[in-house]
């Protein structure tokens, strides 16, 4: 297959149409590489996530962002280090493996704007609020979260300028899934979460039936995706306009 793909069967040798093809493939790559300035917030759910199945470097790039440029809570390491719950998803060898990585990243600074903190406080957990009004905070464009909890119940508060200003920009597990399942084989992909068979998403929509091919698997992961966005209010980031969120 040529490198650039079927396009250059019908390039041939007119050197005004491969002009044209090749500084159109320039501005692609170009656009693709481009990093943005800032920093993408991630919650502890999906950074053990990602981190564990070594798809963070890649699925941060697909925002145009380096592992340089993640965020994390400051919670997280003592969450790993202690936290019944994540050990009971994740399992120890999975947070010791990665442990190490997490503690390497930069912490998310605290928010100022206190009012805004106490009002997220009063409908999800305190990691989640903080990572949510530091998003607001700081103008980051996305907000990476494994918690549908913390996103219903943004969606159902009051707090109106804070989904007004985070519409579109949450970013779940099933988004990121769909992604990389577009991209790979969901073999593949299931290969990469082998050690989170305790998740129970993951253990679903990547199970050995549902990928056994694409249309399975994204059919899976749809159905997830779409239940939080009927009742996410425009908070989430969608991947796929015309195949998700319908």
Same mark, same amino acid.
């Given at each position: 297959?040529?490198?650039?793909?079927?396009?250059?069967?019908?390039?041939?040798?007119?050197?005004?149409?491969?002009?044209?093809?090749?500084?159109?493939?320039?501005?692609?790559?170009?656009?693709?590489?481009?990093?943005?300035?800032?920093?993408?917030?991630?919650?502890?759910?999906?950074?053990?996530?990602?981190?564990?199945?070594?798809?963070?470097?890649?699925?941060?790039?697909?925002?145009?962002?380096?592992?340089?440029?993640?965020?994390?809570?400051?919670?997280?390491?003592?969450?790993?280090?202690?936290?019944?719950?994540?050990?009971?998803?994740?399992?120890?060898?999975?947070?010791?493996?990665?442990?190490?990585?997490?503690?390497?990243?930069?912490?998310?600074?605290?928010?100022?704007?206190?009012?805004?903190?106490?009002?997220?406080?009063?409908?999800?957990?305190?990691?989640?609020?903080?990572?949510?009004?530091?998003?607001?905070?700081?103008?980051?464009?996305?907000?990476?979260?494994? =918690?549908?909890?913390?996103? +219903?119940?943004?969606?159902?508060? @009051?707090?109106? &300028?804070?989904?007004? %200003?985070? #519409? /579109?920009? *949450?970013?779940?597990?099933?988004?990121?899934?769909?992604?990389?399942?577009?991209?790979?084989?969901?073999?593949?992909?299931?290969?990469?979460?082998?050690?989170?068979? =305790?998740?129970?998403?993951? +253990?679903?929509?990547?199970?050995? @039936?549902?990928? &056994?091919?694409?249309? %399975?698997? #994204? /059919?899976? *992961?749809?159905?997830?995706?779409?239940?939080?966005?009927?009742?996410?209010?425009?908070?989430?980031?969608?991947?796929?306009?015309?195949?998700?969120?319908?």
């Amino acid at each position: 297959r040529h490198p650039r793909g079927d396009s250059a069967k019908f390039v041939g040798d007119n050197p005004d149409l491969r002009s044209y093809v090749d500084s159109r493939l320039k501005r692609l790559m170009g656009r693709s590489m481009r990093r943005r300035s800032g920093a993408l917030l991630v919650d502890t759910d999906i950074l053990i996530a990602l981190a564990s199945s070594g798809t963070l470097e890649s699925v941060a790039s697909k925002f145009g962002f380096a592992v340089s440029q993640l965020r994390r809570l400051e919670a997280a390491v003592p969450q790993i280090r202690r936290g019944k719950r994540f050990r009971d998803v994740y399992g120890e060898a999975v947070l010791c493996r990665i442990l190490p990585f997490v503690e390497s990243l930069e912490v998310i600074d605290a928010p100022n704007n206190l009012e805004l903190l106490d009002q997220l406080n009063g409908h999800m957990d305190s990691g989640e609020a903080l990572l949510l009004a530091a998003a607001i905070e700081n103008g980051c464009p996305y907000v990476l979260t494994g =918690d549908k909890n913390a996103v +219903r119940a943004l969606a159902e508060s @009051r707090i109106n &300028a804070c989904i007004r %200003t985070l #519409q /579109g920009r *949450i970013v779940i597990l099933e988004a990121v899934l769909w992604m990389l399942v577009a991209e790979h084989e969901p073999a593949e992909v299931r290969d990469w979460f082998r050690d989170l068979t =305790d998740h129970k998403t993951l +253990r679903v929509v990547l199970s050995e @039936r549902a990928t &056994a091919d694409r249309a %399975t698997c #994204q /059919g899976a *992961i749809r159905s997830y995706y779409d239940e939080i966005f009927r009742v996410a209010n425009g908070l989430l980031y969608n991947p796929d306009p015309d195949r998700l969120g319908q």
